[in-house]
């Protein structure tokens, strides 16, 4: 079937607006234009404020994921779509795969399907890179020069101090927390989990790399790391606490990395803990007890929803409660026979509905593509694991509704319940016992640190 869609690309960074005044409007103006006098559908993506040097664009990214839907990739000219020869000759080589050809309307010589064109292209391109480059080596030598006035170079606020007259201050109020939390740290011997719920309670920032990245941050001993390369300056942003109080908290930090024997911790249900409000997969996290409130090298497990922590708006869950391993193990040997009755009704009473084959069949397709451009280095590692993980749990979700509409018969797991496997669990070991649960139960759903509801197979 032949592709009568274009996709419309437009794109300006702030620097463009504020010194050439680029505009975002004209760029749709005249695209939309393009596509009205050659009669085109088209649909339109937009950049603002993000320079072409990189292809971490959100709009441009979505545009990649659906090329296959286009027959040309259409914007004003070339340095609006990419200033990286690599980075381009990868969009393009995407874009072949989906039999889809880029145009710049302003630039006639702009046609990837001929090898002048492409010659003419990479010509470009390189030119355009060697600008940036250019532009690149000026912007460094200035940055070096205000640094060694102690200027600073962007506008980012470090946590525990502010920007005034150019220059990092302290801000009491922010550094004072922070010497506080070193110092609870400290006291609590490394116990990240503990330091975690105190950080969550005390600062803005709420994921459990950003507590990491402050307890390792060198300003706050007057070092300051410049970008991309393993060297500080020094009188750079002033300290806020002794090396003493910062190095007795790195100690912990190492002490406190997981040793082999936690890498490859058994746990009981992993795999098998759901939240039953955002219905993504628990994360199985250690814990370490107390004697006479000393810390002791004996753990214990416990599984939480990671969503709550993270700082992404998307993610909206709301179920910070933790549960243990051995509650869940007792709730389980308790009442696993009143939850099977229940699940045997709710499945009798299943809808009729018929999960659409096409709907599971576009996932999986777009979970490839995914795949492609992550192999093909367009995407991050975190972008592609958080991809990943939508798309992978929209598609179980539809073949777990598809496998319930043909396989409805809890015959085995019903005789399993039936025999006396409640006298022998307490004598299996516990791989056995695991496998038990694995055999009997597809998914336990807890919400605030309870079980709500048992999916079984």
Known sequence: MEKNL???????????????????????????????????????YVDEGISASSMRRPALQKMLNKAYLYKTIIFTKLDRFSRNVKDANDMVSILARNNCSIKAIDEDDIDTTTADGMFIFNLKMSLAQREIGKTSERINFVFEDKRTKGEVTSGKKKYGYDIINKKYTINQNEADSVVKFFEFFKSINGNCNKAYNYYIDHFPFKSYSSMTRMLRNKSYIGLHKLKYQDKYLENYVPRIM????????????????????????????????????????????????????????????????????????????????????????????????????????????????????????????????????????????????????????????????????????????????????????????????????????????????????????
């Not at 702030?14 to 010194?19: I, L």
């Not at 409007?25 to 695209?31: I, S, V």
């Not at 499945?347 to 018929?354: D, G, H, I, Q």
Request: proline share 2%; aromatic share 12%.
């Open 6 to 44: 274009v996709a419309c690309y437009c794109r300006v960074s702030t620097e463009e607006q504020a010194k050439f005044g680029f505009s975002i409007d004209a760029q749709k103006t005249a695209l939309t234009k393009y596509c009205k006098e050659n009669h085109l559908k088209f649909d339109m």
């Open 242 to 457: 002794t090396d003493e109080l910062f190095n007795s908290v790195q100690d912990l930090l190492i002490k406190k990395q997981p040793r082999e024997s936690r890498i490859n911790a058994f746990y009981m249900f992993s795999g098998l803990i759901y939240c039953d409000e955002c219905k993504n997969r628990f994360v199985a996290r250690y814990g370490l007890y107390k004697k006479d409130g000393i810390i002791t090298d004996s753990e214990y497990h416990y599984y939480l929803c990671p969503h709550p922590y993270k700082p992404n708006p998307k993610f909206t869950c709301n179920n910070k409660k933790t549960i243990r391993e051995e509650n869940i193990e007792e709730y389980l040997l308790n009442n696993i026979r009143t939850e099977f009755d229940k699940y045997k009704v709710s499945v009798s009473v299943k809808s009729e509905r018929k999960v659409d084959t096409n709907e599971i069949a576009i996932l999986e397709r777009k979970l490839k593509r995914l795949k492609d451009l992550y192999l093909d280095d367009l995407i991050t590692k975190e972008d592609y694991k958080k991809d990943y993980e939508n798309l992978n749990n929209k598609l179980s979700a539809l073949k777990e509704q598809e496998s319930a509409e043909t396989k409805i018969d809890l015959s085995t797991t019903e005789k399993l319940l039936n025999s006396s496997w409640n006298i022998v669990y307490k004598s299996l070991s516990p791989d056995n016992q695991r496998r038990f649960w694995l055999s009997a139960i597809d998914k336990v759903y807890i919400n605030n640190g309870s079980v709500t509801s048992i999916v079984f197979k």
